[in-house]
C-alpha cells in the first residue's frame, strides 16, 4: 500500500561528488547505533487531560504519548476511562480542561472531522445508512476531499476530466484496500450483510481510506472469530511496518500482551503505570487494579 518512489540509493549522484570518507563497516555501526539511541518522536501526546460529565469524573489529569511507528495497547479495567480519553482524542467529547496534541498542533476540542483530516482516525461502527451500501460503495465514500463520486458522475453530465480521473483513482486505491483486507469478494455485499468479523475489517479498510498516519482503534478484535482475528492482527503489524501509528483499546489481555510494544494501564480516570508488556504483567499495582484477573 506504500507508494513506490525513487530510494535515494537511486538517485543521480554526479561522478564528481564528494564522498565522506568512512569505512563501509563503521559508517554502517554508526547509523545503527543512532538509531538505537534516537528517541522516536510522540505524534500522540495527551496531557493533564480531564473530561467530567457532571458529577462524574471519567478522566481525570491523565497524561500519557504514543510513539511514532508504535503499536501501543490503552488498558484498564471497566470504567477506567479509556473509552471517555477516546473520545476526547478523537473530538467525540470536548475535554472539560487538558490538551490534545497530534504532531505538535493542539488539537483539543476540534471536530472528529478536523482531525482525521490532519491524520488521526479511529475505527467507527458502521453506521445504519452504511449497512444499506455495499462494501466497494462504503469505501468510496470514505475518503476525505474527495471530488468524484458515482452519482456526481450520473447527475453530472461532462464532469471535468480532473474528477474523472480521482474517481478513477479512487476505485484503483478501493480494489487495493479490498484485496488488501481479503474482502474483495466481498465487494458487492450489502455491508448489513457481513458477519462481525468481516464487519471489523471493512471499518478499518474505511479508516485508512481517509490516508490516515495514526489509527485509533476501540475493540477492533471484539466478536471476531480467531481466523478472521488473526488476519486483522496480521495486517495491524503490516500496517505498523509500513510506518502507521496505532492506539489500540482491547478487553483481551493477551492480544495486548502479544502485539503491544508499549502499554498504558488507566484506573479511576488516570493512568497508573505504563511500559513494557511484560513489566505492566508483573506491576503490583496493576494486578491489584484488577483484583487478580488474569493479566
Ligand atoms: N456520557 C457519560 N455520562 C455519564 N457518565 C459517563 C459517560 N461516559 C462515561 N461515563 C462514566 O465515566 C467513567 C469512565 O467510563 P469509560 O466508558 O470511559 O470507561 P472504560 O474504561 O472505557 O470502560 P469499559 O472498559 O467498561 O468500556 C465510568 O464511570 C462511566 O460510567
Redesign the pocket.
Known amino acids: 500500500m506504500s507508494d513506490s518512489s525513487t530510494s535515494p540509493a537511486d538517485a543521480n549522484i554526479p561522478e564528481d561528488a564528494e564522498v565522506p570518507d568512512v569505512e563501509p563497516e563503521e559508517a554502517d555501526s554508526e547509523v545503527e547505533e543512532a538509531a538505537k539511541t534516537t528517541p522516536r518522536s510522540l505524534p500522540l501526546r495527551v496531557q493533564n487531560l480531564r473530561k467530567t460529565?457532571?458529577g462524574?469524573t471519567?478522566?481525570d489529569d491523565t497524561t500519557f504519548s504514543v510513539e511514532e511507528g508504535s503499536l501501543t495497547g490503552l488498558i484498564?479495567p471497566?470504567?477506567?476511562?479509556?473509552?471517555?480519553?477516546f473520545n476526547c482524542i478523537t473530538g467525540v467529547h470536548t475535554p472539560t480542561s487538558g490538551n490534545v496534541y497530534f504532531k505538535d498542533e493542539d488539537i483539543t476540542g476540534l471536530e472528529p472531522h478536523q482531525i482525521a483530516n490532519r491524520g488521526l482516525v479511529r475505527t467507527f461502527q458502521i453506521a445504519r445508512e452504511l449497512e444499506e451500501m455495499t462494501v466497494l460503495e462504503n469505501l468510496m465514500l470514505a475518503p476525505r476531499g474527495q471530488l468524484g463520486e458515482s452519482m456526481v458522475r450520473s447527475v453530472l453530465p461532462g464532469l471535468r476530466d480532473d474528477v474523472v480521473e480521482q474517481e478513477t483513482e479512487l476505485r484503483e486505491r478501493v480494489w487495493e484496500m479490498l484485496e488488501f483486507f481479503e474482502i474483495d469478494h466481498l465487494a458487492g455485499e450489502y455491508a448489513g450483510n457481513l458477519s462481525g468479523g468481516q464487519r471489523k475489517l471493512l471499518e478499518m479498510a474505511r479508516a485508512l481510506m481517509t490516508d490516515p498516519e495514526m489509527v485509533l482503534l476501540d475493540e477492533p478484535l471484539a466478536g471476531v472469530n480467531p481466523t478472521l482475528e488473526e488476519k486483522l492482527l496480521e495486517r495491524i503489524h503490516e500496517l505498523r511496518e509500513e510506518g502507521y501509528t496505532f492506539l489500540l483499546v482491547e478487553?483481551d489481555m493477551d492480544v495486548i500482551m502479544n502485539n503491544c510494544e508499549h502499554v498504558i494501564v488507566?484506573h479511576q480516570?488516570t493512568v497508573l503505570a505504563e511500559g513494557a508488556p511484560e513489566d505492566i504483567r508483573n506491576n503490583e499495582q496493576v494486578i491489584e487494579a484488577y483484583l487478580g484477573e488474569d493479566i
Do not use: L, P, R
Open positions: 460529565f457532571g462524574i471519567a478522566v484498564g471497566n470504567g477506567a476511562g479509556k473509552s471517555t480519553t478487553h488507566m480516570g
